[in-house]
């Protein structure tokens, strides 16, 4: 993770998901597999211009894990 921010394809990929699954995550409630999904850095922009911070990426990604491994 290089890069200040990441886009909605580079988190998806990140975060082992479809981009397109992680898009309606977003749009319906902001979750995904029951955990708050982190803000993204300019909520007022559209979805397709959004970025999200890496540690914030990261911290979910986490957080994704221990859930799906039910720790």
């Not at 909605?8 to 990929?13: D, N």
């Not at 993204?40 to 990261?58: I, N």
Request: charged share 25%; net charge positive.
């Amino acid at each position: 993770m290089r890069t200040s921010v990441m886009t909605l394809p580079e988190m998806a990929r990140y975060l082992g998901v479809p981009p397109a699954t992680l898009a309606r995550a977003i749009c319906n409630r902001g979750t995904l597999e029951k955990l708050p999904l982190p803000e993204a850095v300019d909520e007022d922009v559209p979805l397709s211009r959004r970025c999200w911070y890496p540690h914030d990426v990261s911290q979910f990604r986490h957080a994704l894990q221990r859930a799906r491994h039910g720790h």
